[in-house]
C-alpha cells in the first residue's frame, strides 16, 4: 500500500526568513516560522537567515541556509576555507564563549531530559565547563597571522586518499553523510607537520603513478595517512594505510609490529622513506595493511618501515608509548583538564583501592596509581593492555594490575570468584588484596559512545564503591547510566563538561557518584 503524503504547510524548494533562536544537538540552527521549526545547518543563534525548503515533515522541517541577512553578534568568520563543505567543524562559525555555553546546556539538558533529574538540582551541581583558554600561536595559514587557542589542538589525523575529476591524488575529509572527500591538506585543528607530510606523500604518488584506493571497486593502493604528534614529545609518526589486494607481508611470531623495511609494499618505497624521513622529529614511519572492503580505517597488520614503532608523549607527568592502533585522547591539553579533575574527584588519598574499566591504554589508570593504593584497569583491546603494561613499567608504576576483556565480562567474573575461568584474562600479577578490590573505594568509567553496559552497571551496583566517576563522550547515554547508578542507591554529587572538540558539536562530561547513605558526607568527601 502505497503511503501517504503528509500534510506540511511547505513544500520543497519555499523560501522562508526566519530569526534563529536555538541551536541543537548537531550544532544546526533552529527558529520558527508560525510555530513551524526549521533546522538550518550553519546558521547560528542570533541569525536572522533567508532559506529554502530541503525537506519538510508536518511539525518541521530542514532547510538550506541561502543568505545571512542579520549576522548574529555571536557569528564569527570561520579561518577555514572549507569548514562549511567540510562539516566537520559544526560550529567553527560561532564565538567560542557562545560555544562552551552551548556545550554545557547540552550536557544539562540531556541529564535532566533524558536522566529524569530535576533542572534545579543539576543547575546546583554543574561546574563550570573547561574550555580551551589562552591566545592560540602565530600560524600563516590563518590570514589575521594568530590562530585562537581552539585550533591546532588534535595530536592526529586520518586523512583518506582519493582522486580528483583531473585524475590527481588528493587528501582531505569526507564531507557530513558522504564519502566525497573534501581537499584539505592543513586542517587548522590538526598540526602545521600535517600538510607537509601530506604534500609529500601526494607529489609522491603522482610522479610514481600509485594509485588511491577506490571504496566502489576495492583497487588502488593507498587509502589513508595517519599522523600522530607528541605535544610535549614532539615526536612525529605516519603510518600509510594500504590496501594490498590480499596480500600478507611477513609478521612475527607474536602477530605484531613488524620491522620489514625489505619488504616492496608501493612503488618508489625507499625515496618516499627518505622524503618523510628529513622532516624534523619524524621517528617512526608504519605501513598498516587493510585489504578489507570496509569503512574501519586500519587494518591489524602493521609493519615498522623506518624508526621506531611508536612514539612517545608525557600526559599528567607519565610518559606513554603510542603505536598506530593505540587508543590515546587527541587533544593533550584538554585531556589534562578532564583527568585532573577525574583524579580530584576520585579524592584520593594514597590507599585507596581503584578499578578503571574501558581503560584503554592506562591513561586514567596511571595518572590514579600515583595517588592511590592500588589501582585495576580492563579493556578489551589486547594491544592496548599490552601498551598500559608497558607504560607503567616504564614509569616504574608498580601498584597496577590490567585485564583484557569486556568490562561488562571482566567485572561480573571477578565478583562472582570466577576470573580465572575467563578467556579474556589477561593479569600478570596476582591479586593484591581480593577483598579490598569487591568493595573498592572508587570505580572509573569511560566507556565508548554507547555508554556502559547493564551488567557493568549492576555489577557496580553489588560493589558498593564509595565513589563512581563516570567520564563520558556522549551526555545523552551518560544520562541513562546516571538514572540507573542512582535508582540503584547512588546519588549525583557533580557533574563538569570538558571542552576536548572545539569547533565541533562534542564535548567530554566528568560526573561523581556517591552512596546516598553518604548525603552528609561532604565534611570527609569534600574538605
Avoid at 533542572?119 to 590562530?147: Q, R, T, W, Y
Avoid at 585543528?189 to 601530506?198: A, C, F, Q, T
Amino acid at each position: 500500500m502505497k503511503k501517504s503524503k503528509e500534510n506540511t504547510p511547505y513544500s520543497k524548494g519555499d523560501i522562508l526568513e526566519v530569526k534563529i533562536e536555538d541551536i541543537g544537538n548537531d550544532g544546526e540552527g533552529i527558529g520558527k516560522v508560525d510555530g513551524y521549526t526549521l533546522f538550518v545547518k550553519d546558521a547560528v543563534i542570533g541569525d536572522t537567515v533567508k532559506v529554502s525548503i530541503m525537506k519538510s515533515k508536518k511539525n518541521y522541517a530542514y532547510a538550506h541556509l541561502d543568505e545571512v541577512i542579520t549576522p548574529s553578534e555571536y557569528r564569527i568568520d570561520p579561518p577555514c576555507p572549507v569548514s562549511r563543505a567540510c562539516g566537520g567543524c559544526q560550529i567553527q562559525n560561532l564565538d567560542y564563549k557562545k560555544q562552551l555555553e552551548f556545550k554545557n546546556n547540552k550536557v544539562r539538558n540531556n541529564i535532566v531530559r533524558l536522566g529524569g533529574f530535576e533542572p534545579e538540582f543539576i543547575d546546583s551541581i554543574m561546574e563550570p565547563a573547561l574550555g580551551m583558554d589562552g591566545e592560540g600561536s602565530d600560524d600563516n595559514a590563518f590570514k589575521g597571522g594568530k590562530l585562537p587557542a581552539c585550533f591546532r589542538y588534535r595530536n592526529k589525523a586520518q586523512f583518506p586518499i582519493g582522486t580528483d575529476k583531473n585524475g590527481n591524488p588528493i587528501a582531505g575529509f569526507y564531507a557530513g553523510r558522504t564519502h566525497a572527500i573534501i581537499p584539505v591538506e592543513d586542517c587548522l585543528l590538526g598540526v602545521k607537520e600535517n600538510k607537509e607530510i601530506l604534500e609529500i606523500v601526494l607529489s609522491h604518488m603522482k610522479k610514481h603513478h600509485i594509485p588511491a584506493y577506490d571504496e566502489t571497486t576495492g583497487r588502488g593502493v593507498l587509502r589513508h595517512v595517519l599522523i600522530r604528534k607528541g605535544f610535549k614529545s614532539g615526536e612525529l609518526m605516519v603510518c600509510l594505510v594500504i590496501n594490498e589486494d590480499g596480500k600478507k607481508g611477513k609478521q612475527n611470531s607474536e602477530g605484531k609490529n613488524a620491522q620489514n623495511a625489505d619488504k616492496i609494499y608501493f612503488k618508489g618505497q625507499q625515496e618516499l622513506i627518505n622524503r618523510l624521513a628529513s622532516i624534523n622529529d619524524l621517528k617512526s614511519i608504519t605501513v598498516n595493511i587493510n585489504n578489507e572492503k570496509t569503512n574501519v580505517i586500519l587494518g591489524n597488520e602493521i609493519h615498522t618501515l623506518w624508526g621506531e614503532d611508536h612514539i612517545k608523549d608525557t600526559l599528567c607527568g607519565i610518559e606513554f608509548s603510542i603505536s598506530p592502533l593505540s587508543f590515546y585522547q587527541v587533544n593533550p591539553i584538554q585531556t589534562e583538564k578532564l583527568y585532573n579533575t577525574a583524579v580530584s574527584y576520585a579524592n584520593l588519598t594514597g590507599n585507596e583501592t581503584v578499578w578503571d574499566l574501558y581503560c584503554g591504554i592506562g591513561t586514567i589508570s596511571l595518572s590514579m596509581a600515583k595517588k592511590a593504593g592500588h589501582v585495576y584497569g580492563v579493556e578489551i583491546v589486547p594491544q592496548a593492555i599490552d601498551n598500559a603494561k608497558d607504560n607503567a613499567k616504564n614509569n616504574n608504576i608498580d601498584n597496577a594490575t590490567f585485564y583484557v576483556g569486556k568490562a561488562e565480562e571482566v567485572l561480573p567474573a571477578f565478583y562472582e570468584g570466577k576470573l580465572d575461568e575467563q578467556e579474556s584474562k589477561g593479569a600478570e600479577d596476582a591479586m593484591p588484596d581480593r577483598e579490598k578490590a569487591l568493595h573498592p573505594d572508587v570505580i572509573v568509567v569511560d566507556p565508548p559512545r554507547k555508554g556502559c553496559d547493564v551488567n557493568c552497571l549492576e555489577t557496580m551496583l553489588k560493589m558498593k564503591p564509595d565513589r563512581i566517576v563516570y567520564v563520558s563522550c556522549d551526555s545523552a547515554t551518560l544520562a541513562r547510566d546516571l538514572r540507573i547508578l542512582v535508582d540503584g542507591g547512588y546519588e549525583l554529587k557533580k557533574v563538569r563538561a570538558c571542552d576536548m572538540f572545539p569547533n565541533t558539536v562534542h564535548i567530554e562530561t566528568v560526573a561523581l557518584l556517591y552512596p546516598s547513605i553518604h548525603a552528609n558526607a561532604d565534611r570527609w568527601l569534600f574538605p
